[in-house]
């Protein structure tokens, strides 16, 4: 008998889950029941059952948290597999409830069934008779459906192809039908296609770590012709994946095959800024973590990092399905490293971007790209200990690096708080204000620098260290102490944001 996994990967693998109890899928399904929207709810229910609940049958049988409860205490008794919450669509009139989201009926349905450890899942744009039907379908005859779960992709691809939109919406369609990441590579082993489902931080890990080193991946499939097509991540593929990649390899081949011809006609597209050498990259993450963008949110993102700079001087790589958004910049004597357009850079998109070191030979580009990676990948570490500078420079890699791997030191917090206990005495507000006066006048320049990133005259920085010193017997002008003061407030406060 299939378990709740089984079904939602092979019938519903966009469904997600509600609550740590939707991901235990291990419980038999032994049949599908869907809510109606009148009393009884259901015309029967036996253990086992998968519950189908459209969210516009709850409002006619719950109205308040009370008959919320009864109903979940039902589902619980009745000891159902599952539950699958279909969501009104947007724009439609609701019974009850605001206009967005969850209606309260629905707001405290879930809440019951999350709280009684049913798992749950939340499935975004399905019709529950056409549902009910491809469930039954697979308890009845589990090929057969699956080959009809396979053929709706096919005939989205086939669509896709059709409009000549590419391989990248095709990978977009298939990473947004399985909701994984996948990658489509060429005979070359270059990756020409690389989707993340909205939404979906495993998803956003395993893509980033294959573009990296090319792991882990769940399924892959040579294409005919040359190149290959991945799913990606720890999770194993399911039957509906294994059974989906042999009949879906031809139709990315045509497209890949496609691609490989524009490609070489247009391969000036990818030549560097005509004003250099030197050329330096540019990267910067394309999405911040828990950021959902569509993908013509992400091509209007581009458009206005495209403007920062006229194509001369900037020409931006790649596509708005990529990771990274990455571009290729060329030094001018009056910016020799390219730090003023990755400062531009970094206030448009609001967060770090990485520049490599400036480089001559076209050739050296992938090396200067690998090294802009690494920039990111030190900034992220970095951000666990402080905020990371708005242009993560090549040259500071080292420093970017050692920092970000203070937590790790052995015992270093209990050392931390032992060097920094003289100053932990007295209220609350004044700890706070000792250890912001420290941390300021050991990140600055000198008091005016400290003065002014506290908002304060400097004549107060100055009675402020003179109270510190006084009441630790502290030397602030030795090297020694001011480096390893530097790494203790660092090593504190990183442990302060992680409680």
Known sequence: MPTVADVIRSVMPQAVALGPAGQGGDRSVSWVRVMRARVPAFDALEAGDLVIVPEGALAPIVHEPAEAEHVVEGLRRAAVAAVVMLPQAEGTTRPVGPPVGWSEAAS???DGVVAAQVPAFRLVGADESALERAVIGYL?????????????????????ALAGDGLAAMAAAI???????????DADGTIVALHVPPGSAPATLAAARYETRRGPVALERDLPGGGRFAILGDRPASQ????AAERIAVLLALAARDSALRRTRDRGAEALPATGPPWVVVMARQVSPGEELSLTE????RERVR???????????GDASSIELRGVAACVPDDPLGLDIGARMARLLGRPVAISHPFDDAGARPAADAEAR??????DALAVVQAPPPVLRADRLAQYRLLGSLHNLPDGERHARELLAPLMTGSVRARAERLATLRAILDGAGPADAAATLGVHRNTVAYRLRGIEAMTGWDLHDPDLRFALGLA??????RQKSD
């Open 140 to 160: 009845v005859n589990e090929r057969a459906e699956l080959d009809r779960q396979v053929t709706r992709l096919e005939s989205d691809l086939q669509a896709i």
């Open 489 to 494: 407030l660092r090593i504190v406060r990183n």
């Open 108 to 110: 405290a349905f879930i």
């Open 175 to 185: 990473a947004g039908f399985f909701r994984r990441a996948v990658a489509i590579e």
């Open 374 to 379: 690494a920039l990111l990948e030190a900034g």
């Open 298 to 301: 992400r091509e209007e993102r």
């Open 307 to 317: 403007h920062l700079a006229p194509a001369r001087r900037l020409l931006l790589r």
């Open 240 to 243: 509906l994946e294994e059974a």
